[in-house]
């Protein structure tokens, strides 16, 4: 978010304590295993070991003291955890990057490669100020650190509301008052209270594309100009300057109001506390102009949340964008062009959404304080403008029901934006007790509100299906069953009894509450029906009632005080404006079936607004006594806070915490805008998060356990965001900011630091909850991202866990068979693998306990036969590697007759009786030497960390061992240091592509020369390119998922793979059985997609260019073709690019389901079962991402329609797709249900 959100933080940019220092990791609950208190430090060095902890002086990792900090010195923070190369510690004291006591005063906010000196304008300074003072004003932290000093006796007021405020309150409205007084007083007023302008608010400009296009990809209100539609066609546009006539502190309040979530009942308080004291006869109608210029903001924002556009003429962008300009002075404060389109394309939207969200909040709270009209303004009050929404959102919902029509399903999308919207804003308009009962609206009349919404659009009675459905929804977490793990020894017959329990239960279960968007109508309908069902405070607090105003009429010297109100008329809220026009998607859903073309709705995704609901700890129960002895006996051992969260956290509050949480991490998150200028980051989002503990009212009384046990909501609500990332490698960006898996990583990193005796516990309870309750339950891609995500927390944490848990998942993965605990664990050891230049050797030597078989089991395992390498081998691996050799010789000699002869012992004839003899290694010998000795560096490399991982797991395991393995590498090594193994392999693979290219052509010959009947070439040569990436895959670490991708596509861009060789051996061709897959088969196929996808369109590029014989040049034309129909060249790109990517996608959507009907379970999912179903659903997803972002985006006029159309043309759109998958003939009961799941979404 932008406007005041992003206001003068980077004057405090002190140095922190070290994110990797050392010491002991007693904090994590029951470890065993203490490290001393050293530790990693500050910079890019790694901290000393400190001391062996006999003394038992508790150093915390990330307190510095003098026991620890990092190599040579304290550390302070350092490149790698914190936001900026400006730690103080490190190496030699000092830090690599700015180190020692990082006094280095305020940074510049934008491009720091300047020289040019500028002056300050003082006006601007202060208007800066004012900025960082409106933005404060209402910060949570802040306040409670005064409410802490406050006394009983500080507020003067005796008002029976004002001392039922909590103290937090208290000390807002204390501030709100101190700066009402100051904005509005004498000297003051004629400066912040401004407004209109000296010759008129309404201005002639001309027209100018280069400024809309900048504008449309803006958002912020701080010089916002409304165009007049009637004057849209004309050169000269009449413009309504709507920050000239709000004026400045009317702009910045409403800023605040949609950037500030947590803060937005102090902005409702000083809305009328400035219209209140501010001087009539020159500054009268303060809340009015807040109120008129949030009304341009939201119909702006509601049209860019629905991806309203106008469609008459080509190259339109969304209602919504049209007008808006951003000043000079204000580009520091605006997302740079990659944030604002970012993820899926959908940045604007997903920002717009949040903007709306609050600003019908923010007009919530004016209502409630008596400013703006509840009912009495018909369509233009507050209950008329939600009821206006709900009745648009009944339509779109009406007019998408049971349409694959891509228009139709887009309205369906808008009807939940606009259904989420009301329901976000329902629980705070409520009446509420604090604020006397009588304003705000009544519980029927938001009965009858979701009621609508419930019958209509979200309910069980319409047609919602959640994205996030286990087992049938394209993003879901949970699978729709339990996977068929392996078991430990004794396990069996406690989880068979488990089954049966659990098989009776589920037959009278309601339909689960899977996203966020069903949860929070669940949560209205139960505040509806009681409104002390949440102790959430912010719904209630209202911190207007401690302002006070002069009475009307006192005698007494000394002038009475009474509480603020509001005496004004009541204002309305004018949402479309007239011929202003202002908002033009929601008249447009009120008149849909009589609507004309003009507007078009194209909302394209949900992603952003809802998200899949992930409970992880348990529910609070329903007052039932049956259970009370059992949970008095677990009492003892439990954690008590985990036993508060439990028990006094109710499913709403719950639901209000995380609601927080996100709009803490989507506002505060980290920006750059297009001046260079960065905002925020993690460490402050940390404490905005924690600030929500803030927003809490006791259990029983007082406030002393408010927030008991928040830190497992909070580590809750970030895992549940976690596991839903966007997947690592899939080739498509994050599709919202809170999908950003590294984002939230360092968020939850940033929390362990600030509150190291709270979080570090709730992270090892949530993690081990997930491992014994949620594993053999969720997707493939949510046991990934945990494990990323742990690989990534140990890594930046020094590898610190308890001893226990290790030891109680050894054995999962030293089953043989597959499970998906194992897996788990494997993910996040392989992950911190590559997270460390060295490999798996530092995990053996600083992350696993001595003598574990994790270490066995997950590396060495993998540890490649030391087969004699043969003489021709050898003899190859030296020509191309040492010597240097020119490519022709060595490609003469791969061909040659006496490479035959000398290696022909290991040759053995082809078996005429083997079906699909071509696709046999030994067919392909040549081609699979010469791989061999070209990928010989990745191989080696492969070797040699395994043999370091072994000898450091050994040392480790050693009585008399030392842990110290720094200086111990064996002196037979001879690596280079400074060699980077994947890019002198992509130089190699340019250089000796002929090589590889003329063993697969001499194999084909040798091999179709022996056939007995006639071999397909394409096939032939399609089978040598698979066994060149068998052998690569043979070659690579399990562990190294960058390096086989980086092959792949080093391959593929020196055209010796094609794609579909890549999709054909990701999907193992020449196997009938699913368990010879990796999970990872739909990564690798959208690499193969996007290429084939890149490589046409280029092809299409080049020939538009080709003058003939070749020859291509850009040439100039001055416009001369602007009258050639573009229309007409998006749609040839947009078939080229379907045609070189449906083949792909078909082959292995086809090929999937063969191998998932191959397996065979009746009551559980066979693992292998359920990768090969959530990888047709990523794929899917994934390929449809590149066609529209490569094929679509360029494109002005062509939308996911003209995609559908392409697809169905080509018999490869979602329902034929769906076809082809039920068509399948399937004997196993689970895998059925897989392909009837796989269809559906």
Known sequence: MEGALSSDRYNDRGGSSSSRGGGSNDHYGSSHHRRGGGGRGGGRGRGGRGYNNNNRHRHHPYRRDDHGGGRYGGGGGGRRHNDRNDGGGGRRGGGRHHGGNNNRGPRQPANRFTTETKSVDPQYAMMKQLTAMVAKMGDLGGAAEVAATMGDDVNNNSEAAVVMMRPVVKAIGMNVSDLVEVLCGPQNAQLFLKFGDDESAT??????????????????????????????????????????????LSTLLVSCAYGLPLQTPSYAALTLGVDVKAPKETHAGFAGRCVDLAMRCLGRDLDMALECRVASGVGAHAKGDDGITIGENDKDNVRCLAERTGGCGNGNQIDAYYRAKFLLRYLAYLTKIGIVAVEDGGDQSFLGLLQMLAQAATNAAHASANSNDEKKRALGRASRVLASLILSVLPYAMNNANDGGEKGLSSDTISDLVDVIESNVVGQTSSYSSDYDPGTGPLSILLKGELDDAHLA??????????????????????????????????????????????FALLGDSPWLALTMDAQSSS???????PMEYSGEQLVLDLVGGEEDRCKSVPYLLSIDNADDSVEIICRSLDGVVFGRLAIFDAPSEGGDDEEDDDEEDAEETNPNLESYTKSYSLGDRFFLADAIRDVLMCHRPMVSDAGADRNNAKEVAEQVWSISHLFLGADSGDDSSSKGIEFGIIETLISLIVQCTPQGSGMPSSSPLNEHVYLSRVLLELTKLKPSLIPQAIVLAVSGMFEDFMPSLTTTARDNLGHWLSFHLTNTDYQWPKSYWEHWAPYAAIDQRNSRGDFVAVALWSMATLSPEGPETVARECLPAGTSLVQSVFLNHKRSNVDVSSTETDLINRIWDTSEDPDSIRQHIISDELLESYGSTIRSIDDNVDNSMSQPKVWWRTRLATRALFHP?????????????????????????????????AEDGRDETEDILADLSDAIARFKPVLLAAVARDADACDSEATGKVDDDKLLMAGEVSILSEIGSLVSAWDSTAIFSLIECLMKNQIVSSLAVATWALCDNADESTNVSPQWWKVVSLAVNKAITDALSKVESSSTDLGGGIGMIIDDGGANDGVDSTEADVNRLDEALKAAVPILKYSLERACHLLSTTNSPKKIPIAAADLAEGMKRLSRAALFQLSSLALSPSPTLTLSNLQRGLMSIDADGEKLASACQAVECDGEQEKKLLQHVAFS
């Open 490 to 535: 004794g396990e069996m017959e406690e989880e068979e009894e488990d089954e049966e329990e659990e098989e009776e239960e589920d037959g009278d279960q309601p339909a689960p509450c899977a996203d966020t968007l069903q949860d929070l109508l669940r949560t209205v309908r139960k505040l509806v029906s009681s409104s002390s069902s949440t102790r």
């Open 556 to 562: 007494m010297e000394e002038q009475e005080k009474v």
């Open 938 to 970: 990745v191989s080696r490399e492969n070797t040699r960390m395994i043999s370091l991982a072994e000898k450091a797991w050994k040392k480790k395991a050693s009585a008399d061992g030392d842990n110290d393995m720094e200086d111990e590498h064996p």
């Open 203 to 248: 201005t002639t400009t001309a027209n100018n594309d280069d400024n809309n296009e900048e504008a449309n990809e803006g958002g912020d209100i701080a010089a916002m100009n409304l165009n007049d539609g009637e004057a849209k066609e004309e050169n000269d546009v009449k413009v309504i300057n709507a920050t000239k006539q709000a004026g400045t």
